[in-house]
């Protein structure tokens, strides 16, 4: 089992009134790649920025290899950040930025150029060296940025949104490449976005964050398939989500109540007459002419958006609800305005606790 | 939560930080507390703590002069302000804008007011103004101010808007407004920091100017600061110091009113302060202390001459600060029902640079000396004065008159030692005493080379107008000596009160002021010279050529010429004077002041004029003051 | 179709970088193409500009007595440059650290002085300084010396009046350059290890440099230039560049010395801008 390289132990963070990390606790993993997720203000940047040394914590202890940081300095930890915005120092070249830290450790020359040119394999930018950072494109400089960050050999790489500017293509590409270079060098990631289809990709572990809390701590197909809590399945792809109450408890089976009709989910300890959400992927939902057993689901299909390898349907419920789900090329015989059966498998669906 | 040790270091920082702002801020302020303390003074001219006083506050309100001027400097503050911020901001928005030809050369023009020292933009202003014969007054002191606000504008802008791209004026057009609406609605409210920052420099910049607004100023008005420069041979009296303490009260409480107005104005609508919300607060502000100001007294000047009348309204003289009465003049503007305008010169030299420059006919009158007049003649600067119109002219002393029939003597200098009894190491009998080693350190004089000089070639036994080469080297030979023994040249009297110099080489009627001022503790005595002769020096009114009031200039001289007229003036200015009749009817205080009362009153020479000569005379003065 | 683009285009332009061009061409070319012209005249003898050639004056320039007095100027207007950017430097430092609001408030604080007459500001330091004045009187009083010293017209007391005449100039440069620092590169600085100190060095001291030579511009050369403070505080025994360059259009009379020694302080202001953007290639003083 690998150590805890990094850990959160009732970590709290606010700016005056507003406190923007909430007790905190979490134990990250010597080699992974950790994600934190979660939209704007949940926290995330404000975690990062404490593990780094940028912001002090209000209450709670982080540790590093073990060791409290609570009295070093950002230059003190042997952890190094990418900045979202990349922070190229603008008077120095690109040799000059990478070879920065290792410049500060006065380390010799010769050392120094061997390290840089290695880290400028590492990115693929060599012939880059003298330019200034000012005549790089997006994703030249993001990779610098990288390269500038590893040459200190860090325990721990600290990648705050560094793919935001990047356009799509570049950002797909780039995240390949730093998947790549994070199982090469086996460095402990700490990666920060709110592009959950970024995260899904690249992690190890994903923390889905939500106003200063972790919702959700696990491997990316648990917080996919298994969402814990009705944020988490709502931010994580595409999801229908219904409020319901307990109807009736059977083998694992749940019966739920709606407003939009009756529904199975599988799922265990719930009580009769228990609030309830349920979380169905799009993927997962089946439409049919007849009425299925155990659901009483019916809407009327909306309209549809062709995406290629299937086709985005929407569908109205009697109480309105608009739900939708992927239609396949099997499905065809559905049109708007037709009226469906909606159901699936029960297996499919994910039963979720309601927050008091 | 114990406090970490970076939050420790974090406020040792702070601390620190704040404690040297403020004692940069100590220094900065020092001067300004020290100018309001001596707001106070119990003393004529502010040369030394003498006891406390309110009297200057209500001088203050009678004096309508100062006043008027602060209301001058304050209205071309606002006016130049206004226009500069204007220009400035739309040519940075244009210059950074669009490209044209010659868009680097404008840029480069901009920094040149910036660097080029001030007096030598002053002067090329001024002849440009004099050959395109533009009157000079507030309309030149204004383009002045503006030619070196709009740059300091357009680089404070420049610096705001720099990284700035369009978008947003793309937006504001794609939804219908054309482009002034976009200036004002959309490009405007972005860069209002900008503004305001650029609008604060040029009024700071433009209120405390003296360089250019004293050389392009017009007979009629002076601004504040170059009233105070002109105070500066005399003496700043301490109403100055009370003006400028109810200023900086007037401005503490603007800043307090704007802060509670933003204030009220936030809590209205509850969106925040604005910039235009700001720059309503602001504009409420300035209306306050321009209400304020017109309270305080000063009635707008800037009249214009109604046509050309029959008789002349206006005369204009530039002279000496502190030389001729109040009343005198406001005597004289009743009688012929005219307006006075006094400016006033700080340097002999302003005159005569104005006078080169072919500026000579915006004044009536102008002071002048009588080491001067052969060149101002013979230059053609003056007119001829016809003492029909001036009658009581034959009461000047004939002796003291030279070119006579271009100039009105007014009052003279005898230029002498006095020196502190008690504190001086040696007893002055003669010039040569004054280059004793044992003064160092110990002598006020007054400057000038027409003063200084003289004094050298009669100590070394030559005549004191010498034309002679290489008598003059040796004059400065003797002027290296002396200037080895002088403390401080200027102000000679406020160094001999003060206690900074034991001997001062200065005009008589100074030093009678210097005595009085000490009063029972004077111990100041003339020297006894015991055969040099001294300088008589004669402050003479010309008439210089192209006058528009002719007619007036000559009541004027005829005026001051009259005996009860002069011996009223002499009462509060105690200086010689070559009108023998207004002397013999002057009061026994004048009679009898000590400043006055040396046996060799006959020894005296005149300045002549040198000719060719006074190039040379300057070369050396002016090696003798860049010094060895 | 042309006037449409007449309109769209060169009309806007003229708009609002016409006056300011206008002026620029009326107000300083012009006048300053004047001095350069009678700097190669000669003087006639009531100080007046006759129209001969000449090259008197840049020969005067050269000789020996005013190269002293120019070389002596420049020496202490050097000396002051480098006392304000010192002085001033940490001061905009911990002013550009504040929030706008705060900082916009300091500045104003810090130009509210000049508002009261600069005159009478020198005055007050001479009042203060002098031989019966309050910080001689408190230092005898309080047993540090038995004699006043004689703190007046000279070289000390002038550098003050001008060190406190010139703060602000250095400092608002500065601060603007400062402020305009973005926090992720002392960050990320910090995170590669280097200490506070070695972040200024390496970082906030080269990136704040156009802020820096901007302030020195604006001492350096109007210290040159000014001479009230000189004439003030120096008892007329202190010279620098400016009163010389002011007596020739006054006292001495010798307009054509005083055109030349000013073409002479353009020259070397140009000299100076010119060796830094070479040097650090920075197109335009951007941060002034």
Known sequence: MSDSIVSLIGVEKSFGKNKVVKNMNVEIKEGEFLTLLGPSGCGKTTTLRMIAGFEEVSSGTIKVQGESVADKEPYERDVNTVFQNYALFPHMTVFDNIAYGLKIRKRPKTEIIKRVNEMLDLVQLKGYEKRKPDALSGGQKQRVAIARALINNPKVLLLDEPLGALDLKLRKQMQIELKRLQKKLGITFIYVTHDQEEALTMSDRIAVMNDGVIEQLAVPREIYDRPLTRFVAGFIGESNIFDGKVKGVRDGIIDVETSAGTMEVKGNGFEVGEDIHISVRPENINVSDDSVKGFNLKGKIKDYIYMGTFVKTSVDLKDNTEIKYSRFEKDENFKEGDSVNIYWNPERAVAIKVKR | MSITKKQKRQRRGEFSGAVYSIIIYSILYIPVFVMMMFSFNNQRYNYYWNGFTTMWYSKLFSNSALTESLWYSVVIAVLATVISVTIGTIGALGLKKYEFRGKKFINEMLYIPIIVPEIVMAVALLIIFIKTGLALGMGSILIGHCTFCIPYAVVTIRGRISGDDYTLEEASMDLGANRIQTFINVTLPGIMPGVMSAAFLSFTLSIDDVVMSNMLAGAKNSTLPVLILSMNKSGVTPDVNALTTIMILIIVIAMILNNLIKNALKKRKKNGGSNMKKLISIVLTLVLIVGLFTGCGGTNTGSGESGKAAQSTELNIYMWQQYISDDLIANFEEENNAKVNLSYMSDNADAITKLTAGGGQEYDLIMTCDAYMESLVDGGYIEKINFDNVPNASNINESYWTAKEYCVPYLMNYIYVVYNKDTSPIEIKSYNDLINPALKGHIATIDGARNLFPIALVALGYDPNSTNESEIAEAYEWLVKYNDNVVAYGNAEQNLTNGTASVAFTYDGNASWAMSELGDKNNLVIADFEKDPVQLGFDLYVIPKGAKHVDLAEKFLNYITEPKVMAANLVEYPYSCPNDVAVEAASDDYKNDPARDFAYKENVFFQKDVGEAIIIYNDYYQKLKVGE | ?288
């Open chain 3, 1 to 288: 179709m042309k006037k449409n683009t007449f309109k769209r285009n060169t009309l806007p332009a003229l708009a609002m970088a016409g006056p300011v061009s206008l002026w620029m061409i009326l107000f300083v070319t012009l006048p300053m193409l004047y001095i350069i012209f009678i700097s190669f005249m000669s003087r006639g003898v009531f100080g007046d500009v006759v129209y001969e050639f000449s090259l008197e004056s840049y020969k005067t320039l050269l000789g020996s007595t005013y190269f002293k007095v120019i070389i002596k100027s420049m020496r202490a207007a050097f000396i002051t440059t480098v006392l304000c950017i010192l002085i001033g430097y940490p001061f905009a430092y911990y002013i550009a650290k504040k929030p706008k609001e705060v900082a916009a408030k300091l500045i104003m604080l810090i130009m509210i002085p000049f508002w009261t007459n600069s005159l009478m500001r020198l005055n007050s330091w001479l009042l203060l300084f002098q031989t019966s004045g309050p910080v001689n009187n408190f230092l005898q009083n309080a047993g540090f010396i038995d004699v006043p010293i004689n703190f007046v017209y000279t070289d000390g007391l002038v550098m003050l009046g001008m060190i406190t005449n010139m703060l602000p100039f250095a400092v608002l440069p500065m601060y603007s350059s400062i402020e305009k620092l973005s926090k992720s590169l002392l960050e990320a600085s910090a995170d590669l290890g280097a200490s506070r100190g070695t972040t200024f060095f390496n970082i906030t001291l080269p990136l704040t440099f156009p802020g820096i030579f901007s302030s020195i511009i604006l001492v350096f050369i109007p210290t040159l230039g000014i001479y009230t403070v000189t004439d003030m505080l120096g008892g007329g025994k202190i010279l620098y560049i400016g009163n010389i360059i002011k007596n020739q259009f006054g006292a001495i009379r010798n307009w054509p010395l005083g055109a030349a020694l000013s073409v002479l302080l353009i020259v070397i202001t140009g000299l100076l801008i010119f060796i830094y953007t070479r040097f650090a290639k920075i197109e335009d003083m951007e941060v002034l």
